[in-house]
């Protein structure tokens, strides 16, 4: 189902809000506080039942009331989700009056966040990039959340051995982590070449437009599956037994996968100034989104939000080459409209909003 329109009650700043969100893109722009990020929320809450600035859902809640709802209508098919949370309740989600769970909402209306916590990519804990990497394909692939739940399910039991020091208990797990975690390492892997491959497509067209581009070229991209994958986790599991027992936790495994950014052996973190590293999460983000899509043929959503910090021009106008490139609905926010005449001239499918304080 693609949305073409939002209804938005009680939610941050906004009392009441219609949105008519039916072209493929869409940029909301306004000064700060006028609630471009809220509107970007609302969207991401109503496609995934969470928020992607804080576990605390109330927060959401415009002060002064009792509860937000957002409501999306699908007006070629006339379908309806519908979102509540009331403050003390959990969180309410239809579909056309049918009560939905969070993961068949997800999957039935895919969407992609690229924000603040973003950008840093190469900065963060491996723990970002590792789920950054792990929701695309957790919504695109069931096979992959079975594997990926059964793998944490044996984990945490694993890791409760441990505590026990009961070193049978914690040999009993590991065929089973072997076996799930080895399938979570292929399907990571290939999800990481295929997206480096799209990276590398958009890279080989921009330079040809904008020499800056080049920056992003020669950068490897490989992913460190978490354990010694020569050896093989069977192996590297019961290898480290002792110092798992020792520590009281699972040492070694795609728990601790991460992906890796160098340019001639040295990190991208160590070596890219903030705005150029902004840039690579970004290309990086709508490769993995093109690369999803083609895979799992489904066209999830991807929403960014506040592109201007930290970019200059000529990043700005790496971005409009970038967009051309994103073959599903996107829908960003920026301070200012700096560069929407230029996207509308060369997309008739492109739309902007003046989100307008409220005092
Ligand atoms: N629960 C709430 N009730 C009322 N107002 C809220 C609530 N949560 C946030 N706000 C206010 O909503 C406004 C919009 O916030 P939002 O983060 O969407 O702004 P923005 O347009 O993204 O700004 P910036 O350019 O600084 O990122 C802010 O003034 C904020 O203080
Ligand atoms: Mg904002």
Known sequence: MAFSSLEIRNFRCFDELFLDISANQILFYGNNGCGKTAILESIYVATSGRSFRTHNLESLIKKGSKAFSIKAYDNLNGSVLEVKKEKKHPINIKVNNSKVVRSELIRAFPSFIIDSKTFFYNDNSPDYRRKHLDRGLFIASKDYSKDWFAYFRALKQRNSALKLCDLTQVGAYDDLLDFHGNNITQQREKLV???????????????????????????????????????????????????????????????????????????????????????????????????????????????????????????????????????????????????????????????????????
Request: proline share 2%; hydrophobic share 45%; with cysteine.
């Open 193 to 359: 070449v295929d997206v480096g491959n799209v990276f590398s497509e958009i890279i080989g067209q921009l330079k040809q437009k904008i020499k800056r581009a080049m920056i992003f070229e020669n950068i490897n991209i490989k992913l460190n599956c978490g354990y010694n994958k020569n050896l093989g986790l069977k192996a590297e599991l019961y290898k480290t037994h002792n110092i798992d027992l020792k520590r009281k936790i699972t040492t070694k495994g795609p728990h601790k996968a991460d992906i890796n950014f160098d340019s001639e052996g040295l990190l991208i973190k160590d070596i890219f100034s903030r705005g150029e590293q902004k840039m690579l999460a970004i290309i990086w983000s709508i490769s993995q989104n093109i690369a999803l899509s083609r895979m799992y043929k489904f066209n999830p959503i991807l929403l960014l939000d506040d592109l201007s910090s930290e970019l200059d021009s000529e990043m700005f106008e790496l971005f409009i080459e970038i967009i051309k490139f994103i073959e599903n609905r996107f829908i960003f926010s920026n301070i200012v409209d700096l560069f929407g005449s230029k996207i509308t001239l060369t997309n008739p499918n492109f739309k902007k909003f003046h989100v307008e304080q409220i005092i």
